[in-house]
């Protein structure tokens, strides 16, 4: 599943959301030297993992007025982590044209973080530029709602994406 699920899973979501922005993939395409922070962006914006880590505190440790005690397995949530407004500024917003979003958690983090992430990105680069390249005028084949999201697995995405060009 690493280095391929995730990526794959990221590819089909991140045509998606862009096809469902037109706007955005307007300003990518008219400037190709944005692609290395839209990925980036979209790595945010998407978190393709949304069933977080488990960390255990090794020391009981407050957080926002609460105690978390020594030993407590506490769930992650990466989505709510790559969308705190305290972090990025329009959390909510799709921006390819921001500055690269440092600091998000889609490979996670530390010695945490995903050994391929490098590549991931590499490879998210490529692909979406030859993607967008080959097919000018690629486009939905059908509604938003009609794709069939992927919330019934561990990685979030897309089952299918129909497009026509």
Do not use: K
């Amino acid at each position: 599943m690493a280095g391929h699920e995730t990526t794959a899973a990221m590819l089909g979501l991140g045509a998606y959301v862009l096809l469902e922005n037109p706007g955005q993939l307007t300003a990518l395409r008219a400037n190709p030297a944005l692609m290395e922070g839209a990925v980036e962006e979209l790595l945010r914006y998407l978190s393709v993992a949304h069933l977080g880590p488990l960390r255990a505190a090794l020391e009981d440790v407050e957080i926002a007025g609460r105690t978390i005690r020594r030993g407590l397995v506490v769930p992650l949530s990466i989505p709510a982590a790559n969308r705190d407004p305290e972090r990025f500024p329009d959390p909510e917003a799709l921006d390819v044209t921001r500055p690269a979003p440092t600091g998000h958690l889609a490979f996670g983090h530390g010695i945490h973080q995903c050994l391929g992430h490098q590549l991931a990105r590499i490879e998210m680069r490529i692909a979406y530029r030859a993607l967008f390249d080959r097919f000018p005028a690629l486009r939905l084949a059908v509604s938003l709602e009609e794709v069939p999201m992927r919330t019934d697995m561990t990685i979030y995405g897309v089952h299918r994406l129909p497009v026509a060009w």
